[in-house]
């Protein structure tokens, strides 16, 4: 049975479902306006400073009271921000989900994970070897976080599922809504997952494949991981997505070398040439992520989430003219926030808000690793 929202939550749900509300400017709103509530009062003001010409569409109470029907109806839970079972890892990445619909075993999300990510396209001892490592980590206490991909995902999967001991688990990160299960062929170990584990997406209920969302959730596997392990990577695998950040969210890579004359070996092996730690054992990484979990958990109790690091009040004369300096630096290229922030000589704060204002009149697109860009718009707008 879903759990039933407070007005904040609800507010919070309605919110992320609003147009080109995406994670930062979610963050940024709340820390400026202090509640979701206030910020919904605000995001058509804030949308029209921005450039937008034509009303935003802010979710109505019709699209919210169906996302939470549907949860209710298949077993889900929603997690807002401020949900006791919100990852508390994952609060601490910049662009972390608003909110997270999840089946099965919530209290798994609070527990130390390692991901475990790989080609799907995988050799029959490359599937041996990541349940392995699978089965070896879910017995020593972590869980196993994975995308439920064919290939590597699945195998890790089953190897954590075959362990009997309540110490671990497995987390599976969707990039369709939690009620949809892709590929059609793993339906049996989504239902194992729902039923011992527990499954996660970012993304609405009812939400179907969509090639532009497995990418993004590649934040999710390794923000709730304190390290990540990949196996057989090919050189332009999704895989080095969630290596790349993982190493941004400061979290450990750890990587399994193979022959170097197979294709689906050479992300793996560029990683270690470019610095993940090279295993070949589970005990390799067991032996390390101990120290690894006990920085990331005291870390997260100093208080950096969405709501630890408020933004104070601009007055809207500052905004004007701040506003003119950020669009004159922004191009179609992309770049990044802190180099925009250098160039401008503008408070972090100040730049936060007119991208907020940029992003919902959609003016601007944002990127992975705190990188942005200037929507290109052509003559016939």
């Not at 099965?104 to 390692?114: A, E, H, Q, W």
């Not at 990510?117 to 980590?137: E, I, K, T, W």
């Not at 497995?214 to 304190?226: A, D, H, K, Y």
């Not at 933004?311 to 003119?324: C, G, H, P, Q, Y």
């Amino acid at each position: 049975m879903t759990n039933m929202l407070t007005h904040e939550e609800y507010c919070q749900l309605r919110l992320s479902l609003s147009e080109n509300v995406g994670p930062i400017t979610f963050r940024d709103l709340i820390r400026y306006y202090k509640t979701a509530d206030e910020a919904l009062k605000h995001l058509p003001d804030i949308a029209t400073r921005g450039g937008r010409k034509r009303p935003i569409k802010i979710a109505d109470t019709k699209t919210v009271d169906a996302q939470i029907r549907a949860a209710y109806q298949n077993d889900a839970l929603i997690l807002t921000l401020t949900a006791h079972d919100y990852p508390r890892l994952l609060k601490e990445v910049e662009d972390c989900p608003p909110v997270l619909f999840a089946k099965g075993y919530t209290p798994l999300l609070s527990k130390s994970g390692v991901g475990i990510v790989g080609s799907r396209n995988c050799s029959q001892n490359g599937q041996n070897m990541a349940r392995r490592f699978g089965y070896a980590l879910a017995e020593g206490g972590y869980v196993v976080t994975s995308g439920m991909a064919r290939g590597i995902d699945r195998a890790a999967h089953e190897g954590a599922l075959a362990s009997f001991n309540a110490k671990g688990g497995t987390v599976a990160v969707l990039g369709t809504g939690v009620d949809v299960i892709y590929p059609n062929e793993n339906e049996e170990i989504y239902r194992q997952i729902v039923e011992r584990g527990c499954v996660i997406s970012e993304f609405p209920m009812g939400t179907k494949p969509n090639v532009c969302n497995f990418p993004r959730r590649n934040r999710i596997i390794s923000g709730l991981s304190v390290g990540v392990l990949v196996i057989e990577a090919g050189e332009m695998s999704g895989s080095l997505i969630t290596a790349r950040t993982a190493v941004a969210q400061n979290r450990e890579v750890y990587a399994i070398p193979g022959s170097p004359v197979d294709p689906r070996n050479a992300g793996s092996n560029l990683l270690i040439k470019n610095g993940a730690h090279l295993v070949t054992t589970p005990e390799d990484i067991l032996s390390s992520v101990a120290l690894d979990t006990t920085k990331l958990l005291l870390d997260s109790e100093q208080g950096t989430g969405v709501y630890d690091k408020p933004l104070s009040f601009i007055d809207e004369t500052d905004l004007d003219k701040a506003r003119a300096i950020v669009l004159g630096r922004l191009t179609p290229e992309v770049t990044d926030m802190n180099q925009l922030i250098r160039s401008t000589g503008l408070p972090i704060s100040l730049v936060s808000i007119i991208l907020v204002e940029l992003e919902l009149a959609g003016k601007i697109e944002r990127f992975a690793g705190n990188k942005i860009s200037l929507v290109y718009e052509n003559e016939w707008g």
